[in-house]
């Protein structure tokens, strides 16, 4: 069965970081190019982040520079690595396949930046 387990988040001042982890199941963590998305209070759901099975990346606009995804095949592990953080990026953030092939999500792990 497909499982998407999010952690790492927290509340962090205007300038911090944060390393999200992101464990995946096997089946969809072997196949698929996995991503990072992420809902702001009041907002739609965006992706952040995307890396594929060989580690190809991309990145939203407004994260470039600052952020750093990465995976860890042996481990089906999925992390985004977030610096300068700005008060914008405070939202609940998600793992998944992308782009998004099963309305599946996990409990995401909500991450605070405090201006």
């Known amino acids: 069965q497909v499982q998407l387990v999010e952690s790492g988040g927290g509340l962090v001042q205007t300038g911090g970081s944060l390393r999200l982890s992101c464990a995946a199941s096997g089946r969809i963590f072997s196949i698929n190019t996995m991503g990072w998305y992420r809902r702001a209070p009041g907002k739609e759901r965006e992706w952040v982040a995307y890396i594929t099975r060989g580690g190809s990346t991309n990145y939203r606009d407004s994260v470039k520079g600052r952020f750093t995804i990465s995976r860890d095949n042996a481990k089906n592990m999925v992390y985004l690595q977030m610096n300068s953080l700005k008060p914008e990026d405070t939202g609940v953030y998600y793992c998944?396949?992308?782009?998004?092939?099963?309305?599946?999500w996990g409990q995401g792990t909500q991450v605070t930046v405090s201006s």
């Open positions: 998944n396949a992308f782009p998004i092939l099963r309305d599946y």
